[in-house]
């Protein structure tokens, strides 16, 4: 009787343990639950008074979800990049840089905060110190081809368009199915006057699917300037025109197909094109001297040809 209600005391202390580990796990959610709630809340709080141009509130509203995040290493990240990211509005870009570089050293360490102060640094045109972090990114984790494609964007920004086609080549060996990478790529092959590899990287890029509305009008608009370039007019007109159906007023894209036009005799819609490109960039001297240019030829030959 005395060994089976040891037995029993021990049964209960042990459903009483489990009892109590599982209230508690269960507190442990709530709370962070809630904690999430609030913080999401004041990040809302803090957006909103960013879109009313109240720059004071937000930075308040940030510094006090920092205070809520403290003990969330990932709320402590997203505060501090949400911070930078004002801060860089604001034309502060130390104490940008000071927000990332905090979120760097935060514990446990998230090599993705690398690539927010690379591109930081691009934008600051401080382009040695983005490389840094990009490499850096890369070595912490090799098989992720994000910082191999911004250290890419860095050297592009520098104007080293071949050894940025060279980071977009390792790059897509990690990622073979990016598009992005191959968009990447052809805009170096294309500054390099490399016009065959370029076209085959856009045509490769549209093959995985382009989802993105500006990535899709740059990439119609590379493809349109590698045809112009070809002479293959046609297919110039044909890819500047789906580009301007992605962004109407782009002044380079409409000079180019108004050259297009005009290398294929359709001298109406050419001087519409160059008319529209001077509309929208009115100081720009290539617009206005084409425009000048194809009027003559006009009052010249008597009229517009189709």
Not at 72 to 77: E, K, S
């Amino acid at each position: 009787m005395r060994l089976e209600g040891m037995r029993s005391l021990a049964r209960f202390i042990v459903v009483g343990v489990l009892a109590l580990a599982a209230v508690v796990a269960t507190q442990v959610r709530t709370n962070a639950a809630a904690l999430s709630d609030v913080l999401a809340r004041k990040i809302i709080e803090a957006q909103k008074a960013e879109a009313d141009r109240l720059f004071e509130r937000a930075l308040a509203n940030y510094g006090e979800a920092m205070g809520i995040s403290k003990s969330t290493p990932d709320g402590v990240r997203l505060i501090l990049k949400k911070r930078a990211a004002l801060f860089e509005q604001l034309h502060m870009p130390e104490r940008a840089e000071a927000d990332l570089s905090q979120a760097i050293e935060t514990e446990p360490f998230d090599p993705r905060t690398l690539s927010d102060r690379g591109y930081f640094y691009i934008r600051q045109n401080r382009i040695s110190e983005a490389l840094d972090d990009f490499v850096r990114g890369a070595r912490e984790k090799p098989a992720d081809a994000e910082f191999l494609y911004g250290a890419a964007r860095a050297l592009v920004a520098k104007g080293d368009f071949k050894n940025a086609a060279k980071f977009y080549a390792e790059a897509i060996e990690r990622a073979p199915a990016d598009g992005k990478l191959y968009l990447g790529r052809a805009e170096a092959e294309v500054r390099l006057g490399q016009y065959d590899l370029a076209m085959a990287d856009y045509n490769q890029a549209f093959s995985l699917g382009i989802a993105n509305r500006d990535d899709r009008f740059f990439a119609f608009t590379g493809r349109g300037y590698i045809s112009l370039m070809n002479a293959d007019f046609g297919v110039a007109v044909d890819s500047f025109t789906r580009a301007l159906e992605l962004s109407p007023g782009a002044p380079n894209v409409l000079l180019w197909r108004g050259y297009a036009y005009e290398r294929q005799g359709r001298r109406d819609l050419a001087l519409r094109d160059f008319q529209d490109a001077l509309a929208a960039s009115p100081d720009s001297e290539e617009a206005r001297s084409n425009l000048a240019r194809l009027r003559t030829q006009i009052a010249e030959t008597g009229g517009a040809k189709r």
